[in-house]
């Protein structure tokens, strides 16, 4: 095998710990939270999209901004008074990838390529953070740096 496919291997079977964003420092909100509460995190956080966690601080789903302004979408206008009412679980994706911290860097890298951010658990699938699509490409980018 020559050097760059060593490389090259090295890097896909990396496994993804050293990359998480902990849970921390990741805007989230709770299943049963209020539209207007999410929408008040999104804005404030400047995040498109965050994590939802229920209360034993496992990932159900994730929340964006366009989902909460489609739920309130009226006829004529947007019906802001109703956000107070409906919650987060009622609107929230659900369908969403999540990774282990053991997963490869191969995989991640698959899976970002539909997904701004993925949601990592752990074994007990408690929330441990998120990978984002800009720390892959990050060290995508120091791979070729360093190989050209
Ligand atoms: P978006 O919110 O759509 O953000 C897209 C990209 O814009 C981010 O890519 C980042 O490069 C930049 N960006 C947006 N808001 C920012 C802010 N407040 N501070 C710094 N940079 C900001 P990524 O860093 O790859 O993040 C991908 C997606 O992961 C974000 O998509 C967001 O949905 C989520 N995300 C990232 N960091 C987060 C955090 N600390 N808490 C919650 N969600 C996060």
């Given at each position: 095998m020559t050097i760059d496919r060593l490389k090259q291997s090295?890097?896909?079977s990396k496994e993804i710990s050293d990359l998480i964003i902990s849970h921390e420092k990741v805007a989230h909100v709770q299943l049963q939270n209020p539209l207007d509460h999410a929408l008040l995190i999104l804005i404030k956080s400047g995040y498109t999209a965050i994590p939802v966690l229920d209360n034993d601080f496992?990932?159900?789903g994730q929340i964006s901004k366009n989902e909460i302004l489609d739920s309130i979408?009226?006829?004529e206008r947007l019906e802001i008074e109703r956000l107070h009412d409906i919650t987060v679980e009622t609107v929230m994706k659900?369908?969403?990838p999540r990774l282990k911290t053991d997963t490869t860097f191969s995989k991640a890298l698959?899976?970002?390529?539909?997904h701004p951010f993925i949601c990592i658990e752990d074994e007990e699938a408690s929330f441990v953070g998120i990978l984002t699509r800009s720390s892959i490409l990050a060290l995508v980018n120091r791979y070729f740096q360093q190989s050209t």
């Open positions: 090295q890097l896909m496992r990932v159900r979408l009226g006829l659900k369908k969403i698959t899976t970002s390529i539909n």
